[in-house]
């Protein structure tokens, strides 16, 4: 079993890529990929950069390459929901592209041409094992739901109130949905894990570059707790 995990940022993986052992790296298409163990897991983390193209390129490009069982995509999101505080952890069950959109001949906001769908599922026994885990860390909200994605840092209300409204979705961030459709194009199961950095109002600009560390730090500790716990 070898599980792979994506991350936008550098905060979001190096807390990750330190821990690793056995270490193998190669550059494809200007992303690094790191093969090694994890918690005594098989692994490959990379560094996709930000935006659902380089998300779904380092996807694909994990898929093709290293042939995990597994993607999980690890990083922080703007709130969109008031149960959500800084550091709280959404684990998606489905996830949604918020700026897919050709409603103008007809379809639904956010149909994905060539799927047909609006939401893509992650599978529930992978979902239930990651929230299994993010409940044992400590002071910590959880909570599982949709997650959105978009070419977009979301930082105005009436964006965000949009989003709500037409994907009912629990927080904000431009890779997950894009690492998800390649999966689900691939047959590869995924789940997007996500730590709050911001709530994605008129506060965001000034909140995420002092919150996306702490955030950033409880997605990888959720990622480490769940590699020594899964039974993969």
Aim: glycine content about 8%.
């Amino acid at each position: 079993m070898k599980i792979g995990i994506i991350g936008a940022m550098d905060v979001e993986v190096a807390g990750l890529i330190e821990f690793m052992e056995n270490i193998k790296k190669e550059t494809i298409s200007s992303t690094v990929y790191y093969e090694g163990t994890l918690q005594g897991k098989n692994v490959v983390v990379a560094k996709c950069g930000v935006g659902k193209v380089h998300a779904a390129v380092c996807a694909q490009t994990m898929i093709l390459k290293y042939k995990p069982d597994v993607i999980i995509n690890t990083g922080v999101a703007g709130s969109l929901n008031s149960k959500l505080d800084i550091a709280d952890l959404v684990i998606s069950d489905s996830v949604v592209q918020h700026d897919m959109d050709t409603s103008g001949i007809g379809d639904p906001i956010g149909l994905i041409s060539g799927v047909n769908l609006i939401n893509i599922p992650c599978p529930k026994d992978l979902v239930e094992q990651i929230e299994k885990s993010a409940k044992t860390i400590e002071d910590t909200n959880v909570i599982v739901g949709t997650i959105a994605s978009g070419d977009q840092f979301i930082c105005n209300q009436d964006k965000r109130d949009y989003i709500v409204k037409h994907f009912d979705a629990l927080c904000a961030e431009m890779e997950g949905a894009a690492i998800g459709h390649v999966c689900y194009l691939n047959n590869v199961d995924f789940c997007i894990v996500r730590a709050i950095s911001d709530k994605a109002d008129g506060s965001a600009h000034m909140d995420f570059p002092t919150f996306a560390k702490i955030a950033a730090k409880k997605s990888t500790q959720l990622i480490n707790t769940f590699l020594s716990a899964c039974g993969f």
